[in-house]
C-alpha cells in the first residue's frame, strides 16, 4: 500500500505514490510544490507511518504545522519528525522499513557536491529506498542544479512532478507535468490546477491530454 495523492483529480491520474520509490518534485517559486510534498507527508503520517521532513529552514514552523492536534493525532504514529541542516552529503541515517523522507531543498543541501558526489548519494538513496521500502521525495528549484547535477538526478529517480506557473492572458497559469514514472508510462503532457495557499485541485475543464 503506497501513499496516497490526496488531491482532487490528480489521484485519479496517479492514485499513489508506491512504496520504495525515490521521487523528484520540482518547481520555480510556486508554493504548491511545498504544500504538495506536505500533503504527501501528512497522508504517509495518518497511515501510520514514520515521517522524517529534512529541511534548510523555518525548523521551529514546520514542527508547528505538522503538530498534532487532538482530532488530527493517530495513535499509532510518531509525530513528523523535523530535521534542520545546512549542507548534506548521505541520507542513510533517515532510511528505515516503510518510513517516509522528505527532503525540502534538495537542491539547496546539495549544492556544494559535485556530480559525481551528487550521483553516489542518489545511487545509495535509490538502492535503500528499493531495499527496506522508504519512499523519498526530493524538493528541487528549477536551476539551481547545474545541467550535469540535473541529468543525475532526473536518470536516478523513479518518478517526478515538475510544477510551472505561467503569466497567461487570463493571468497566472499553473500546470503540472509529470516526466518520470516508475511503472513506463510516459505521462508528460500539461496537467492544469488551482492553488489557493490552501488547497490544491485539478482543473479538469482545462487540462490538456
Avoid at 507511518?49 to 493525532?73: C, I
Avoid at 521500502?133 to 540535473?150: I, K, Q, S, V
Wanted: glycine fraction near 8%; charged fraction near 25%; include cysteine.
Amino acid at each position: 500500500m503506497g501513499i496516497p495523492v490526496e488531491v482532487p483529480g490528480l489521484d485519479t491520474i496517479i492514485p499513489e505514490i508506491p512504496d520504495g520509490q525515490l521521487i523528484v518534485v520540482e518547481s520555480g517559486t510556486d508554493p504548491a510544490k511545498n504544500y504538495f510534498i506536505r500533503t504527501l507527508c501528512l497522508a504517509a503520517y495518518r497511515q501510520g507511518r514514520p515521517v522524517t521532513f529534512v529541511t534548510s529552514r523555518d525548523r521551529e514552523e514546520l514542527a508547528e504545522t505538522f503538530r498534532p492536534t487532538p482530532s488530527t493525532a493517530v495513535p499509532t504514529a510518531t509525530p513528523i519528525q523535523v530535521v534542520e541542516r545546512d549542507s548534506i552529503s548521505s541520507l542513510e541515517e533517515f532510511i528505515g522499513q516503510d518510513r517516509t523522507l522528505a527532503v525540502d531543498s534538495f537542491s539547496f543541501l546539495t549544492l556544494d557536491l559535485p556530480p559525481n558526489h551528487l550521483a553516489a548519494l542518489l545511487r545509495n538513496l535509490h538502492a535503500m529506498c528499493h531495499g527496506h521500502g522508504t519512499t523519498a521525495l526530493l524538493a528541487t528549484d528549477r536551476g539551481m542544479f547545474d545541467p550535469r547535477g540535473e541529468a543525475v538526478t532526473v536518470h536516478l529517480a523513479d518518478g517526478m512532478f515538475q510544477f510551472h506557473a505561467k503569466e497567461g492572458p487570463e493571468g497566472l497559469m499553473r500546470f503540472l507535468r509529470i516526466p518520470k514514472w516508475m511503472d513506463g508510462r510516459f505521462v508528460d503532457r500539461n496537467i492544469y490546477y488551482d492553488y489557493d495557499g490552501q488547497r490544491m485541485a485539478i482543473d479538469l475543464r482545462r487540462r490538456v491530454i
